[in-house]
């Protein structure tokens, strides 16, 4: 079983409310106050969970800087009010970012997901990518 610290549960909470703010704000024809509010408790609840040192070792690896200069970017300019390109900055970055978990993330789906085609439809996205 894995323990899960007061902080961490804290920052799962504050993650949450940073991905709700973000599609709430993506909702409302990309309002820039909620999506730039919904940035910054994303990336302060990521912190939380992962720590702030594992934190910076992830988003400054060597061969992550592209994506991270790509999703800090367009978190700058929503906080500068151009939430279109920001968000369209953003998300380039965070597919940039975290693609080495969606084979993970599939795969787990996959395996979690009893309904045939959605069992095979995760198992084909899967693919062979490793995580790092």
Known sequence: ??????????????????????????????????????????????????????????FFQRHKLKGTGFFLGGVVIVLLRWPLLGMLLETYGFFSLFRGFFPVVFGFLGNAANIPLLSALFRRLQGTSSMV
């Open 1 to 58: 079983m894995i323990s899960i610290t007061d902080w961490q549960k804290i920052g799962v909470g504050v993650t949450g409310f940073g991905v709700f703010f973000i599609f709430f704000g993506t909702l409302l024809y990309f309002d820039s106050v909620l999506l730039a509010f919904g940035n910054l408790l994303f990336l302060t609840g990521l912190s939380f969970i992962i720590g702030l040192r594992r934190t910076f070792t992830f």
